[in-house]
């Protein structure tokens, strides 16, 4: 027997022993799935036609439109009865017009390219003295008081080099709500990214429209500007710029597959269909949905009926928001099905996993069990597991609520596929096949392990429970800032 066959076995040996709640028929189905993906998925050809028939996924666009449409018709095709859509109302921005113009120490001004971040106003023109905060965080505002008052604040996407040791980095929202609140008549955000690429994506914490104009420019640009005023020089921005918004419909696809034991209780497991307008956004959220896509598929292949009920859910308006996902939990709690979420499993922008993540740390023994199966199947599974909590994506509004929520964690964007976030080149060019077959496969087994398990560790939090365990994940700041945080101190 050679050492990787011996590897494997252990392995094996390992996930069957490791904690009971590995059934017994696990490595079999596990298998099932691996050779069902690996010969047949289709996530990386449905991601394809839709780059190319649809183009970007703009929540409130024609072309939103016809991704919610396509969705709904793969999970037909796949064989699933139950397709719906989830319609809501949004406020919908689309960009118009921006220019950014710079005066240093002098009459005249020249232009700087930029982008408008959403959310920005329909209509603003604002001239004022550009002032260098930094980071852009509470501590940059402290040590400047009133420094930004009826001026335009030039902030860094990150954590600049040198700054204090700890510093925690905000949200590009929550930096813009920061210099709103601050006085500032305009913010300026530096992309962290080389070569010019811009940045867009929301800088409103609501998705709704802000007071002030919100835009990016490059890095190059950005530092250029702030080496400029630490030197002492005078810069003057003027920005003029245009937009639209207004009330339009968007609708969630959720296709159901109920448990065989347990229908009462059910899994979600979801992605954001929709991406930002620069381009297809076959990273931002391509990647993460049409794997959740391609594993309803799987299921439906295979004919796999665990014992939970599981949702799979494409959700729209997380870029302008979380506003589809927020749709879901306000529904939910309507027709009081939310005490029936066991568990919420969320993918943004995974690809090629090597570990799973959970919310609270008693999920590790039942998480690491599936995971040595998988790893079993295949070694380049290292079988991580983390347990944190973070904002901004679809998973954050059942977390608020005290559902306890999880995902595939551990491998790179493909072709360097970070630099292209939010931005003009995130395009269908940057996926890798494989890679995302390994997201479909790997998940696709942590899915299954977890819809039907004995039982889940994890409990739903009370209300005390989840402000204490918000606050354990340092996220009282951010949701502050945001106007979430519901608890009076």
């Known amino acids: 027997m050679d050492s990787s066959s011996r590897i494997i076995l252990s392995t094996l040996a390992l996930a069957l022993s490791l904690t009971a709640h590995a059934q017994s028929s696990w490595p079999a189905t596990f298998q099932q799935i691996n050779a069902e993906v690996q010969s047949n998925s289709k996530a990386y050809s449905s991601l394809q036609q839709a780059s190319k028939t649809i183009g970007h996924r703009l929540t409130g666009s024609e072309n939103g439109k016809k991704a919610e449409e396509y969705a709904f018709n793969l999970f037909k095709s796949y064989g699933f009865k139950e397709v719906r859509y989830q319609p809501f109302e949004v406020e919908s921005w689309s960009r118009g017009t921006l220019k950014l113009q710079v005066r240093i120490n002098g009459p005249h001004f020249q232009d700087v390219k930029a982008v408008s971040l959403a959310h920005s106003p329909v209509k603003a023109n604002a001239t004022g003295q550009l002032v260098d905060m930094g980071n852009g965080l509470e501590a940059d505002y402290n040590a400047q008081p009133n420094a930004v008052k009826g001026k335009i604040a030039l902030v860094y996407l990150g954590i600049l080099p040198g700054s204090p040791e700890g510093a925690r980095n905000l949200h590009r929202s929550e930096k813009t709500a920061l210099a709103i609140k601050n006085g500032a008549k305009g913010i300026i955000i530096i992309n962290t990214v080389a070569g010019g690429t811009l940045l867009t994506g929301t800088a409103s914490v609501t998705g709704k429209l802000i007071p002030i104009p919100a835009l990016c420019v490059g890095k190059e640009d950005g530092l250029k500007l702030k080496e400029q005023l630490q030197g002492g020089q005078m810069v003057t921005a003027q920005i003029a710029m245009t937009n639209h918004s207004g009330k ?129 199947i295949d070694t380049t599974f290292k079988n991580s597991f983390s347990a944190r909590a973070g ?21 790179k964007l493909p072709n360097n596929g970070g630099d292209c976030y939010h931005a003009d080149c995130d395009s269908f060019a940057l996926v890798d096949e494989q890679q995302l077959k390994n997201t479909v496969r790997f998940s696709a087994m942590l899915l299954y392990g977890l819809a039907d398990a004995d039982q889940i560790q994890a409990k739903k939090l009370n209300d005390a429970e989840t402000k204490e365990f918000l606050l354990k994940n340092n996220l009282k700041e951010p949701l502050q800032i945001a106007g979430e945080w519901r608890w009076a101190d």
């Open 391 to 411: 904002l901004h994506s679809d998973h954050q509004p059942f977390m608020l609520q005290g559902i306890p929520t999880g995902g595939s964690f551990g491998g």
């Open 248 to 376: 339009i419909k968007a609708r969630n696809v959720i296709a159901t597959l109920k448990g065989s034991e347990l229908p009462q209780e059910k899994i979600v497991i979801g992605g954001h269909l929709d991406s930002w307008d620069l381009s297809t956004g076959a990273i931002d959220n391509g990647i993460g949905s049409f794997a959740v896509l391609d594993m309803a598929r799987t299921f439906q292949a295979l004919n796999l009926t665990p014992k939970r009920t599981i949702e799979f859910v494409m959700f729209m308006g997380e870029e302008q928001g979380l506003l589809g996902s927020e749709a879901y939990i306000e529904q939910a709690t309507k027709d009081k099905s939310l005490n029936n979420i066991a568990y919420m499993l969320n993918y943004d922008m995974t690809n090629d996993p090597k570990g799973y993540n959970a919310s609270q740390e008693s999920m590790k023994p039942l998480f690491q069990s599936i995971g040595a199966i998988t790893a079993s």
